[in-house]
């Protein structure tokens, strides 16, 4: 009865869904650990492999978006996606000597939580056809605490990274070249920055919405 | 005629209903609401026949020339409000989103702005830093005239987000790329190239214009007219000219100016205008279809007694 193509959309779901949980539960696992064990400015270098590996196939929902496999718009997944990817490759990987803040630590453990929380959502829907009433809310009600201190913690990370960002000239194009082409990293920050501004807001009230739609539709199932 | 005026939640937005005489419009409608309700003029207002609860279709959108009684189920009518919020007109619009890289480029080109970025000024400009600022002036001037004596809107507003959004994409676009054509550090192309660029440009202007002008004369100055199928000049070959000749107008600067600013620019241009016109493409079909059994757009010239469209709330887009 099902369709080939649609099996096949199962699977690659399924395990796409389920890989991903098992990425971030170990970046989970890791920085509890690694708090407890050895203090906070030991946690990014105990999650950066899973970290990396985890965020980085994150690019994947873009296409899935793009391409039509999953609702989600566009709008929604790019700007996540980006702020990730320019916290975990821009920021992280280049400015070692934020590493050690605090904030690193509410930082993966913000994002760590939602994703093992988002992925398992989808990884039961897709591989097992239930959507547990206890994880539809917690996957659509984590994000009220869970968005507010995850974009803190991205503002505060970029913001302590601002003066190396400048000193460093990292990535940096100047003129004159035949392009006529300029890169400040430290404005290109800045411009990052200024777009947490609308766009946090923008994200919180797309969660909230999908919220609304989501607990009304299970209530009445 | 009695009129209900529901919200999308059902309460009563005019306790009571309203009566009108038969032959009543419906932008009388919208008056009278806006006389009761002190708070929603007519532009705000989103009128529409109530749709089956779950029913996926879109709702039909009351349009403010038919009358009352071509919606009504015999001598009753229920319609849904929707507050679109506070609107402002398109020439508003329009105006100020234009208004900003016709003065911000300028600042780049005239006063010395690179010292507070840490570079010396230069007075010296090439030939083509001149050139440009006169092109991108005379571009927005063209625009704002356009909007003021060609354009004809059907829907008169929009909502005043969009004065923030729009405005922030053309006064940012405007000064990241005056800041690079005017750099002191700027690197000109060949003259031969300039020429080529800004010749191009020119006369790609000028079609967009022309563009315009058929596009106006769809329509009586009152905007109505609704959608109808351009014809004649390049809406022969394309649907929507008007954006390919601006398009290509980008391109001819930016292969005077050789900026990746300006180059970036035109790809965002471009798509958003992409957009537009794919959109615009379908909803003519729909007309086409509607009225003729003639399918091809290829063939629109033989489509010859095209009847006023009524569609009321056809937004009318320029270019980007």
């Not at chain 2, 329509?219 to 929507?240: A, E, H, K, M, W």
């Amino acid at each position: 009865m099902a369709n080939p193509l649609s099996t096949l959309k199962r699977i690659y779901f399924s395990v796409y869904n389920w890989a991903l949980f098992y990425g971030w539960a170990q970046v989970l696992y890791l920085a509890v650990k690694t708090i407890k064990e050895s203090g906070i400015e030991h946690v990014y270098d105990a999650v950066e492999k899973p970290l990396f590996l985890s965020q980085t196939a994150a690019i994947l929902e873009i296409a899935h978006s793009l391409i039509g496999l999953v609702r989600s718009p566009v709008s929604a997944t790019v700007p996540q996606i980006a702020s990730r990817l320019f916290l975990v490759w821009g920021i992280l990987y280049n400015i070692p000597e934020v590493r050690t803040s605090v904030l690193v630590s509410s930082l993966v453990i913000s994002w760590s939580i939602t994703e093992v929380i988002r992925y398992s959502f989808f990884g039961m829907k897709e591989l097992l056809g239930i959507t547990p009433s206890f994880l539809t809310w917690l996957r659509y009600s984590s994000f009220l605490v869970l968005y507010p201190s995850g974009i803190s913690s991205e503002v505060g990370v970029i913001y302590l990274a601002l003066p190396y960002i400048k000193s460093s000239e990292l990535f940096c194009v100047r003129m004159p070249n035949k392009w006529n082409f300029t890169f400040d990293s430290f404005y290109f920050s800045l411009l990052a920055l200024a777009i947490y501004v609308p766009g946090s807001p923008h994200m919180y009230t797309y969660m909230l919405g999908q919220r609304k739609r989501a607990l009304s539709k299970s209530k009445r199932e | 005629m009695k009129v209900l005026v529901v919200s999308r939640s059902g309460r009563e937005v005019v306790r009571g209903g309203l009566e009108f005489s038969d032959a009543a419009t419906v932008a009388h409608l919208q008056e009278t609401i806006y006389r009761k309700t002190k708070k929603f003029y007519p532009s705000r207002q989103r009128l529409t026949l109530p749709v089956q609860p779950g029913s996926k279709e879109k709702p039909i959108i009351l349009s403010g020339k038919k009358s009352i009684k071509d919606y009504a189920d015999g001598n009753n009518l229920t319609v849904v409000f929707k507050d679109l919020g506070p609107q402002v007109s398109y020439r508003t619009l329009f105006f100020f989103e234009y208004l900003g890289p016709l003065l911000i480029y300028p600042i780049f080109y005239f006063f010395p702005v690179y010292q507070y970025f840490g570079y010396k000024d230069k007075h010296e400009k090439f030939p083509v830093q001149t050139y440009a600022m006169y092109y991108w002036c005379f571009h927005y001037f063209k625009r704002i005239l356009e909007t003021f004596f060609v354009h004809r809107f059907s829907h008169a507003t929009s909502p005043i987000a969009n004065v923030f959004r729009n405005c922030a994409y053309y006064w940012t676009f405007g000064a990241y790329i005056a800041y690079h054509v005017n750099h002191p550090l700027y690197t000109p192309v060949s003259d031969l190239q300039m020429k080529i660029g800004f010749a191009f440009g020119l006369l790609c202007q000028a079609s967009n214009f022309y563009c315009h002008i058929l596009l106006k004369n769809l329509r009586s100055p009152d905007g109505s007219g609704g959608y109808q199928i351009p014809r004649g000049f390049l809406f022969n070959i394309v649907t929507c000219a008007n954006y390919t000749t601006e398009i290509y107008q980008w391109l001819g600067f930016n292969i005077a100016t050789q900026t990746v600013a300006g180059y970036v620019f035109l790809v965002v241009a471009a798509s958003i205008m992409t957009d537009w016109a794919l959109g615009k493409h379908r909803r003519l079909k729909k007309v086409n279809l509607q009225l003729s059994s003639v399918l091809s757009l290829f063939r629109v010239w033989h489509v010859n007694h095209i009847d006023k469209c009524t569609y009321a709330q056809s937004s009318w887009r320029t270019s980007c």
